[in-house]
């Protein structure tokens, strides 16, 4: 059982460029999420899905995409990526709901220069 | 709103002795739960704990225990007994409909 499986695991782009996170997971939960984590900020939410084709903002959306065409997969889009985008990214999954544990993946060290 | 708050950005134990780490937080639901996570070095996240919002009895897992004051709206985290694989980063966060963490508290364990 993989869980979350988020890649890649680093990524080094130049101001400007586009890419996309991936994120999937086998454990067929509806919720899943992004957050990006930075020092001395914790972890914060960028976008959530309910469901597959259901997304909604979280506390920092601007600058990032999000779609959910099937339960599995949650990917995160930076459409033009800037330094302040320097983070580390986590993908989350849950079975829906409140107290359901949330599951993380490995996270991915996204640099921008 | 909903803010989750954590005022020690580090803690220091000697093995086998006690740290405790607080949380404060802010919701306007009735029901709600909180967790404390676990972030070693290798940044995988590990839920800790959980505690329901509606039960008044202190959630424990084995050298971890909280101490939930529900009106203070406070939810420390206590580690019994530390050992050198409690150093890690520690998150606690709230769930009422989205999950929301505060900023961590660095935990090093002495030898």
């Known amino acids: 059982n993989a869980g979350v499986t988020q890649t890649p695991k680093f990524q080094v782009l130049k101001t400007g460029q586009s890419m996309t996170l991936q994120c999937a997971q086998d454990m067929n939960h509806e919720y899943m999420s992004w957050y990006r984590q930075d020092p001395g900020m914790g972890l914060r939410l960028i976008h959530y899905?309910?469901?597959?084709?259901?997304?909604d903002q979280g506390e920092v959306p601007n600058g990032y995409n999000v779609s959910r065409s099937t339960t599995e997969d949650f990917p995160l889009r930076l459409l033009s990526a800037a330094p302040s985008q320097t983070s580390v990214y986590f993908c989350?999954?849950?079975?829906?709901?409140?107290?359901?544990?949330?599951?993380f993946g490995q996270g991915t060290r996204l640099t921008v220069v | 709103a909903q803010t989750v708050t954590q005022s020690q950005p580090e803690m220091s134990v000697q093995e086998a002795e006690t740290v405790t780490l607080s949380c404060t937080y802010d919701?306007?639901?009735?029901?709600?739960?909180l967790f404390w996570y676990k972030q070693p070095p290798s940044r995988q996240m590990i839920l800790v704990i959980r505690?329901?919002?509606?039960?008044?009895q202190n959630a424990t897992e084995n050298r971890f225990s909280v101490n939930f004051q529900k009106a203070a709206k406070s939810f420390s985290l206590k580690i019994s007994d530390s050992q050198l694989g409690d150093t890690a980063m520690y998150f606690c966060a709230l769930d009422d409909y989205k999950l929301s963490f505060g900023a961590g508290t660095t935990v090093t364990v002495r030898a």
């Open positions: 505690q329901e919002a509606y039960k008044q």
């Open positions: 989350a999954s849950s079975s829906g709901g409140v107290n359901t544990e949330a599951f």
């Open positions: 899905s309910v469901g597959a084709g259901i997304t």
């Open positions: 919701t306007s639901e009735n029901n709600y739960y």
